[in-house]
């Protein structure tokens, strides 16, 4: 079955970039794109944008360019997030997610990545 | 960006019918997707483009709506249902979500 594994909880400083990871398995992964969402605490959910793995092409919402850089590996069949200059309101669960097989929608979520920037 | 709208909270009973609006600041044709997140979880993938209902999802959820008005109705709510459902549209870009209604059991 499909399934998105990511990395671990970051701790880090502001000012400082992180690096996190979404690992598929279950599917083809250069068939799909692969969102990213935030989801800062309490609040609801943002889509960051979009890669096709295929051909490395992102998409993104205007808000995080310059912020968020996409990039896969397609060998390991990973994706991955890195975000840049953070600050405070870069805390947040971020999540990989990939559409439906039938139709539009994020039908599959990874386990979030939880980023605390703080000094 | 397409603002979603949602209420805030709902509280029904166990056994009752439950009815979750989304509206859209502009239109979105059928493209509005649901979610429902637990406590501790990611979100989960409930229906899509509008009434369409994802794959394993009981048929207590339905969906429907077009262009600025969405619905998504629980019959008969169950304690399981406790949750935040958020709505989502993928018509306009960027893609966006609702605020999230909290459902609670009385």
């Known amino acids: 079955q499909v399934k998105l594994l990511q990395s671990g909880a970051a701790l880090v400083k502001p000012g400082a970039s992180v690096k996190m990871s979404c690992k598929a398995s279950g599917y083809t992964f250069t068939d799909y794109w692969v969102s990213w969402v935030k989801q800062s605490h309490g609040k609801s959910l943002e889509w960051i944008g979009e890669?096709?793995?295929?051909?490395?092409?992102?998409n993104f919402n205007e808000k995080f360019k310059g912020k968020a850089t996409l990039t896969v590996d397609k060998s390991t069949s990973t994706a991955y997030l890195e975000l840049s200059r953070l600050t405070s309101e870069d805390s947040a669960i971020y999540y990989c997610?990939?559409?439906?097989?039938?139709?539009?929608?994020?039908?599959?979520w990874g386990q979030g990545t939880l980023v605390t920037v703080s000094s | 960006d397409t603002v979603l709208t949602q209420s805030p909270a709902l509280a029904v009973s166990p056994g009752e019918r439950v009815s979750i609006s989304c509206r859209a600041s502009?239109?979105?044709?059928?493209?509005m997707h649901w979610y429902q997140q637990k406590p501790g979880q990611q979100p989960k993938f409930l229906i899509y483009e509008a009434s369409n209902l994802a794959s394993g999802v009981p048929a207590r959820f339905s969906g429907s709506g077009s262009g600025t008005d969405f619905t998504l109705t629980i019959d008969p709510v169950e304690a399981d249902d406790t949750a935040t459902y958020f709505c989502q549209q993928s018509w306009n870009d960027p893609r966006t979500f609702g605020g999230g209604t909290k459902l609670e059991l009385k």
């Open positions: 997610t990939r559409k439906y097989n039938a139709g539009p929608g994020f039908a599959y």
């Open positions: 890669i096709y793995p295929n051909s490395g092409t992102p």
């Open positions: 502009e239109g979105v044709h059928s493209y």
